[in-house]
């Protein structure tokens, strides 16, 4: 075993946090090894996650955007879908960036081991390669990236039909009859893509509601468009059993009264009921780390564990499981191990359901200001006065802002429609630096776009937008 490989920063894990992190800590010009035990650089979310995902989100919706337009007099034959160009597509895209990361890491002068990562102790780590050899690489800090993992129902049996969110991605069949355990975003996703492509999808889910996290006005317009495209919904209902028989896998449930109902055939089973953190295999212990029940590790806001050399980002350091969250937490802890003065300090992280149509958020949720008891003003304002989402024929969506009903500052905000996810951008930015309704109101979009109903929405509540009837006793 080679004993006397040392460096100033380990990050364990190639994922979107843990890249960066490795990126940055080698742009303030220490030298960085990047431990990763997958063959490609990138993680879930560039390999088969996030960006896979969207590839194939976008070909499904281009493919049901030119069947739509057969209403407004122009039309096209049936489409065909070609299985094996299209994951040789989505292939190429992710390979295009898992490239380009590694062609980084190089120019970085990043040294990348493949390898699974194991603390010996608090400042050594044994990295175990593919052929079962073994390296100790020694640091002065570690960045623990290791990202998550599906969980399993711990009664599904191993069949090649019962899929996690990496394997629906494989693309490898559309299954005639397709069930989905979890009507969360991974699921709904995958929901959408496969419906597409012609799967009759039933969905499952253990919550009151779709989509959990999201409030339910935007849920309902999700719902509208959607329902009649899908099979049965179930909610407040889990899974007990699958038994994978030679003709398809049969599952069974119960509702939430205890009624079990019979067992239904599926052709293959997506079971997206969350993830885990990748930390029970890391040798925590040796590092003089514990992680909680659940398995993740806490962290300061400088993203330090209980042990100030070793730090965390991403997924290990619990909800919300998101890229962009450990990008940032990413560069923080980079920086801080570099002995700058940063700390995540954030007033929100967005989030993004890929439907259609897509929904997004950020900043405070209504639901949550309710729970909370924080008192809040809102305005909502409908795509159906937007004349750009009446000239696409998608004037089923709204912008909502949250704002304080002193202060008049933005708390929050929400979209549902075409390009949500894009939307979201300004109300995340203008919750981060603090504006209020007149800030928004007051700054000249484009027009006619959607974005512009942003600024439409901040008037309405201000009571200046000429866009809708007036208020009653204005």
């Known amino acids: 075993m080679e004993t006397d490989v040392t460096c100033d920063v380990v990050v364990i894990g190639a994922g979107p946090g843990g890249y960066a992190a490795a990126f940055r800590s080698a742009d303030l010009g220490r030298r960085t090894i990047l431990v990763e035990k997958a063959s490609i650089l990138g993680g879930v979310c560039l390999n088969v996650g996030c960006i896979p995902s969207k590839a194939l989100l976008h070909a499904v919706a281009v493919k049901d955007a030119a069947l739509d337009l057969a209403e ?19 292939s190429n895209v992710v390979s295009r960036l898992t490239g380009g990361l590694a062609r980084m890491a190089k120019m970085r002068s990043v040294e990348v081991w493949q390898g699974h990562a194991r603390f010996v102790s608090d400042r050594r780590l044994e990295v175990t390669d593919e052929k079962g050899q073994r390296r100790s690489l020694g640091f002065e800090q570690t960045i623990v990236a290791s990202g998550s993992a599906p969980i399993p129902l711990p009664f599904a049996p191993d069949d090649d039909r019962i899929w996690d969110s990496s394997r629906a991605l494989e693309l490898r069949y559309v299954p005639q009859r ?51 495209r899908l099979g049965s919904v179930l909610r407040e209902t889990r ?36 993830r885990s953190p990748n930390t029970r295999d890391l040798g925590l212990d040796a590092a003089g780390l514990v992680a909680n029940a659940k398995g993740f590790l806490a962290v300061d806001k400088q993203q330090r564990t209980s042990v100030p050399h070793i730090l965390a980002i991403g997924d290990v350091t619990g909800q919300p499981m998101l890229a962009h969250k450990a990008t940032h937490e990413g560069h923080v802890a980079a920086e801080v191990a570099a002995g700058l003065a940063r700390g995540f300090d954030v007033r929100q992280i967005p989030s993004v359901a890929y439907t259609d149509p897509e929904v997004a958020w950020c900043g405070m949720t209504e639901s949550e200001a309710e729970v909370r008891g924080i008192p809040y003003a809102k305005a909502v304002f409908p795509w159906l006065a937007s004349g750009r989402a009446l000239a696409n024929d998608r004037a089923d969506g709204m912008t909502k802002l949250l704002f304080d009903p002193d202060t008049h500052r933005l708390l929050g905000g929400a979209i549902v429609g075409v390009q949500a996810g894009d939307l979201i951008g300004e109300v995340a930015l203008a919750v981060e630096m603090g504006a209020d309704a007149t800030d928004l109101g007051r700054t000249i979009h484009p027009h006619p776009t959607l974005v512009e109903s942003i600024g439409l929405a901040a008037e309405l509540f201000e009571g200046v937008c000429t866009d809708l009837p007036p208020a009653r006793g204005k």
């Open 239 to 274: 899974v007990t059993s699958m038994d994978a028989r030679e003709d398809a896998v049969w599952v069974t449930w119960q509702d939430k009264n205890g009624v079990t109902g019979e067992a239904r055939p599926y052709d293959a089973v997506l079971v997206a009921v969350g």
């Open 178 to 228: 397709f069930l989905i355990v979890g009507g969360g975003i991974i699921g709904l996703e995958m929901a959408t893509v496969y419906a597409s492509l012609g799967s009759k999808v039933d969905v499952v889910e253990m919550s009151d509601g779709l989509m959990p996290g999201a409030d339910r006005d935007l849920v309902r317009v999700w719902e509208k468009r959607n329902m009649a």
């Open 72 to 90: 407004h007099g122009i039309r096209f034959d049936a489409p065909t879908v070609d299985l094996e160009r299209l994951r040789g597509w989505k």
